[in-house]
């Protein structure tokens, strides 16, 4: 399984981002697929995931209205378009996956991660 993310870079406050995640060697029917960030000093947390399914999507409440998760079932790519971004919004992102009938808790597989930095 390899799930591959870029995009990251420097962006202004109110900018936005499009980050991707490449992913392979998963059986997509049976795993969720996610975002998570890591700011500087703290711990990893989670950021959106979705359904490969049918494309329903959770979104934690920091970024809600403001972040889409979203798929190409053809490229077998998630994405994360980032809006409106904040200096808090600075971490490195990283892709996820895990079994579907577990919980975030259990993360199957990590990308490698992507930096992200809001700054002016």
């Known amino acids: 399984v390899q799930l591959q993310a870029s995009g990251g870079g420097l962006v202004q406050p109110g900018g936005s981002l499009h980050l991707s995640c490449a992913a392979s060697?998963?059986?997509?029917?049976?795993?969720?697929l996610g975002w998570f960030r890591q700011a500087p000093g703290k711990e990893r947390v989670f950021v959106a995931s979705i359904i490969w399914s049918d494309s329903a999507a959770y979104y934690a409440d920091s970024v809600k209205g403001r972040f889409t998760i979203s798929r190409d079932k053809a490229k077998n790519t998630m994405y994360l378009q980032m809006s409106n971004l904040k200096p808090e919004d600075t971490a490195v992102y990283y892709c996820?996956?895990?079994?579907?009938?577990?919980?975030?808790?259990?993360?199957?597989?990590w990308g490698q991660g992507t930096l992200v930095t809001v700054s002016s």
């Open positions: 060697g998963l059986t997509f029917s049976s795993y969720r």
């Open positions: 996820a996956a895990r079994r579907s009938v577990t919980t975030w808790s259990r993360v199957d597989y």
